[in-house]
């Protein structure tokens, strides 16, 4: 069950110097679906706490729903931008239970126009560079992933032609991503790929590319959950598109060949295995290209319930 599972590829859908084939397969989990971080802070759900310390924040679901939390989610508030540094599924009624992140903006601790320090309020982005997840989930490393930040904000800037820093924080890498020149360019993008998932019950991921090399894939235990979180993730991939646009220069999609392979190596490494949580479990799994992360929810008889891949280089 480690690998591929029964997959099926459909694609390649190429917009621009994006291109995404989507996985299909069999739900894992049947029935009621988790509720996503960002439905669960917009409907009152969960709350997510500051703590004082930077790489580690409080999270409590206090509804009667499952709520699932993807590494890569961007909270935005607090003290300090961050972003999740590990998936968790937080049971209803969870009490306060404490989450990794990392900083995504190393400039501020301190209050930000009118929101609040003590709570974050939003996580409607998720992290849109490679480079800042391996810094996260691969090398664990608060200061690598300022420098990646850094280095994708001037990426964007140089590519919509305008410093894309927020004036209210500049080192924020959500403010960058809700610029709205950055959102222009990435709109291009979502508008053409958006609705390729539509009218498909059997969709359960997606790989990306970037100008015709694979960056990443994710896949989930069930189609419905992957609807959810397919907005945020395609508007990430595209955003990561725009940092990455050579004008003027051509390339070939990658064949579904490659991708496979990709899918196929991620998963062939030794594992390692580590607990999240009382019910979560990350496995990591390295090779000498790629790495590929899974969740494991025990209270599912240790069901899958999100695979992670994403090419080292």
């Not at 900083?103 to 480079?131: D, H, L, M, P």
């Not at 725009?242 to 220069?249: C, D, F, N, P, Y």
Request: proline share 3%; glycine share 8%.
């Amino acid at each position: 069950s480690q690998g591929k599972d029964d997959y099926r590829l459909e694609g390649p859908f190429t917009q621009g110097n994006l291109t995404v084939f989507l996985i299909h397969g069999k739900d894992k989990i049947k029935g009621e679906t988790f509720i996503t971080l960002q439905e669960a802070l917009v409907q009152k759900k969960v709350i997510v706490r500051e703590t004082r310390s930077v790489n580690e924040l409080s999270i409590e679901n206090i509804s009667s729903q499952e709520v699932y939390v993807q590494s890569g989610d961007i909270v935005k508030g607090g003290q300090q931008d961050r972003m999740m540094a590990v998936d968790l599924i937080l049971p209803p009624r969870s009490g306060r239970i404490p989450i990794a992140a990392f900083c995504v903006e190393n400039g501020r601790w301190s209050q930000r126009g009118s929101e609040q320090v003590t709570v974050f309020n939003s996580s409607a982005n998720v992290v849109a560079s490679r480079e800042v997840k391996l810094a996260a989930k691969m090398k664990g490393s608060q200061g690598e992933v300022w420098r990646e930040v850094s280095v994708a904000q001037d990426k964007l800037s140089a590519n919509v032609g305008t410093r894309v820093n927020g004036n209210a924080s500049p080192t924020s890498f959500q403010l960058a991503l809700e610029n709205k020149d950055v959102q222009a360019n990435a709109d291009g993008y979502i508008k053409t790929l958006a609705n390729i998932v539509d009218g498909k019950p059997d969709v359960i991921g997606y790989v990306f590319a970037i100008n015709g090399k694979v960056n990443s894939a994710d896949v989930y235990a069930s189609s419905a959950l992957f609807k959810k979180l397919w907005p945020k993730l395609l508007k990430a991939s595209a955003i990561e598109a725009v940092a990455e646009l050579h004008r003027g220069e051509k390339f070939d999609a990658p064949k579904p060949s490659d991708v496979k392979g990709f899918l196929d190596d991620s998963s062939k490494g030794p594992e390692k295995q580590k607990d999240v949580s009382g019910r979560v479990q990350m496995v990591t799994r390295e090779t000498e290209e790629n790495v590929f992360f899974e969740t494991r929810d025990r209270a599912k008889s240790d069901t899958w319930v999100h695979r992670n891949y994403i090419k080292k280089n």
